[in-house]
């Protein structure tokens, strides 16, 4: 029997409700926002992850997916910022409109140890905003996260706020760790020690506690940052306190990748676990669309990881599917007409369904329950020599026989029947 690949999930029918939920609730706050959806393709060029995450990134020394096809390599994407910016620049959206805004939900892929919240295929919401370097653009990427994270019923989680300043600055704060960490390089973990020499920011949020009691004890402040960047840090604060989203400053976020620039941040909950308690990150990148051959411009975006949201939640999918219909033909003829009668209703948008089990009146009473649906519809010889069919309704009880040209007017128009709205 084969088994699925380690680290992916198969997300079954009666698991998807809380996907689609998520999935609609955050296409509606995109909407609200003016972001249009975007759909790049899983696979591009590996190279282009190189360049852009960085060669150092721990994404593209351990974790690409990588496909050979003759002399190419493509990779499985492992996020989707750099297919974005690909796509902007490769479809040149910035003669459509120098101001882009888009959202994507999709899966992405990562070759790590599989564990509680982290797979080798998972999905991300995520979006980008290209075009601007105007502090007003942090803003609003951050509180449309936190407006999601809101619709998502998430509570308790924290906004980390850092700001890494602009390519100048980096490199003023890694000059900075160089000579602080000069000579307690053996008291960091494994990875640390590599990133010592690979990239040493990345040493400023690891989650190993030996190595954040050194770098704890190094004063961070904002002292890198140029009077530019303080400046435009201090526009994001205020904008998101004039809009009252609560953030905590974090001078040792730095995030994993090459082209974060300027404004980065992290939205942590306490019950993923210590290890990957994030449910999503973001941050400015600059440099990247003008790196990667357009134009040069400032660009911002974020992703959740929706496995992570999915375990924050405390939405409950609804239980029943409050407008399905379930047919139950009694005898050999009504089953014949049976067949038709679905073919109409659902001709009409009306969602039915069937069983082929020929159970008893009972059995398919309760399997028709089973289902969740809200009617019934009972079709036997009586009904046929009629040319009527019984409605049943689950959820008051009423029943009453129907002409059949009847029917669809009383099933299309359940809204004025009471315990519609209720979802239980
Ligand atoms: P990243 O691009 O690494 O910042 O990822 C953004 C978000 O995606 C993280 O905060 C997680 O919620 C989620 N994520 C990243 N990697 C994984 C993974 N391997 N499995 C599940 N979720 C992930």
């Known amino acids: 029997m084969f088994k699925k690949v380690p680290g992916t999930k198969d997300i079954l029918p009666e698991q998807i409700h809380i996907w689609q939920e998520i999935e609609a609730k955050g296409r509606d706050i995109f909407t609200a926002y003016n972001y249009k959806e975007i759909r790049p393709p899983l696979l591009e060029d590996a190279l282009l992850f190189n360049r852009s995450l960085g060669e150092s990134a721990e994404i593209v020394q351990k974790q690409m997916f990588l496909v050979h096809s003759g002399s190419d390599v493509y990779a499985l994407r492992p996020e989707a910022t750099a297919s974005i910016v690909r796509s902007y620049i490769e479809n040149s959206l910035d003669k459509l409109s120098p101001f882009f805004?888009?959202?994507?939900?999709?899966?992405?892929?990562?070759?790590?140890?599989?564990?509680?919240?982290?797979?080798?295929?998972?999905?991300?919401?995520?979006?980008?905003?290209?075009?601007?370097?105007?502090?007003?653009?942090?803003?609003?990427?951050?509180?449309?996260?936190?407006?999601?994270?809101?619709?998502?019923?998430?509570?308790?989680?924290?906004?980390?706020?850092?700001?890494?300043?602009?390519a100048g600055d980096k490199l003023a704060l890694t000059d900075f760790l160089r000579k602080e960490l000069s000579g307690k390089a053996e008291a960091l973990c494994e990875d640390c020690q590599a990133r010592y020499s690979r990239n040493i920011l990345r040493i400023l949020d690891c989650k190993n506690p030996a190595c954040q009691e050194i770098v704890h004890g190094l004063s961070i402040s904002d002292n890198h940052l140029c009077d530019g960047c303080k400046n435009h840090f201090a526009k994001v604060k205020d904008g998101l306190n004039a809009l009252a989203v609560k953030y905590e400053l974090s001078s040792y976020l730095v995030r994993g990748l090459d082209y974060y620039t300027r404004t980065v941040f992290e939205f942590t909950h306490p019950d993923l676990g210590r290890q990957q308690d994030a449910l999503g990150a973001g941050g400015r990148y600059d440099n990247l669309v003008s790196q990667l051959g357009g134009p040069d411009t400032g660009a911002i975006g974020f992703a959740f990881g929706m496995e992570r949201l999915l375990l924050a939640t405390t939405l409950k999918p609804e239980a029943r599917n409050r407008k399905f219909t379930f047919l139950i033909s009694l005898g050999e003829k009504a089953r014949k007409e049976g067949l038709i009668l679905l073919h109409n209703l659902r001709k009409a948008g009306i969602s039915c369904d069937t069983d082929y089990e020929d159970k008893s009146l009972k059995g398919s009473m309760r399997k028709a329950n089973d289902l969740g649906a809200r009617f019934v519809l009972i079709l036997g010889d009586n009904e046929l020599e009629k040319n009527t069919v019984m409605l049943k309704d689950l959820v008051s009880g009423e029943q009453k026989e129907v002409p059949r040209e009847q029917l669809l007017s009383e099933l299309q128009d359940p809204v004025s029947r009471p315990g519609l709205e209720t979802g239980s």
């Open 101 to 166: 805004k888009a959202y994507y939900i999709g899966p992405m892929f990562r070759l790590e140890r599989p564990q509680k919240g982290r797979l080798r295929q998972f999905h991300h919401l995520g979006c980008e905003v290209i075009g601007s370097y105007d502090p007003r653009a942090d803003v609003e990427v951050i509180s449309l996260a936190d407006s999601l994270l809101k619709a998502f019923s998430i509570d308790g989680y924290t906004i980390k706020l850092n700001s890494l300043g602009c």
